[in-house]
């Protein structure tokens, strides 16, 4: 049971912060950073969520529905990246083994793509972000995940650092969601803008 009954303990004055298993590090450490930008994917969804939870559109509920398992999940991997493994968690006897990312999570994601997907329109060209409002807080959900999922990727790859596949899988597999997610909010791809290569280029200078 995690027990927050004080916000500030003032520890991270000197510039570090505190992993899950008691290590101080620097808050421009890269693991600090890889889980605060899937706290900031977190955000971005809750976010996107004042316009699908709010909907009576099916589609947008249906969306919704997803997010928030999705966001939950967020959770668990932000706890997955902030107690590396193999490390055991400094704390009292028998304490549970902090959450982590699994295959079956993976595997959730891969089904909602599959049942938003299986309903759109093909795409023509690349999309711009935009649309409904839902639409647009999708796609900049979908950004930042990327940023997340870059920096959960350079971590990865630090000598002694260690992160789960999985974890590294469904961030991934997160992105691509949220695009899918954002198509269908446009009308199930209907409503999506799309990019028209080169379209400005001819246009006179006055």
Known sequence: MVKLNKIYTRTG?????????????????RRVAAYG??????????????????????DLA????MLKRIQNDLFDLGADLCVPEPKKIQSKKNARPPPRIVASQVKQLEAAIDQLNADLSPLRSFVLPGGTPAAAALHQARTICRRAER?????AAIEGETVGAPAIAYVNRLS?????????????GKGDILWVPGANQNEKQE
């Not at 691509?176 to 199930?188: E, G, S, T």
Request: charged letters at 30%.
């Open 13 to 29: 004055d000197d510039g570090t912060t505190g992993l899950g298993n008691g290590e101080r590090r620097p808050k421009f450490d």
């Open 37 to 58: 930008d899937v706290d900031e994917t977190n955000s971005a969804i809750g976010l996107a969520r004042l316009a699908t939870a709010a909907s009576t559109h099916a």
């Open 62 to 65: 249906l969306i919704d529905v």
């Open 151 to 155: 920096q959960i990727v350079e971590l």
């Open 176 to 188: 691509d969601f949220l695009f899918v997610a954002a198509r269908f909010a446009n009308d199930r």
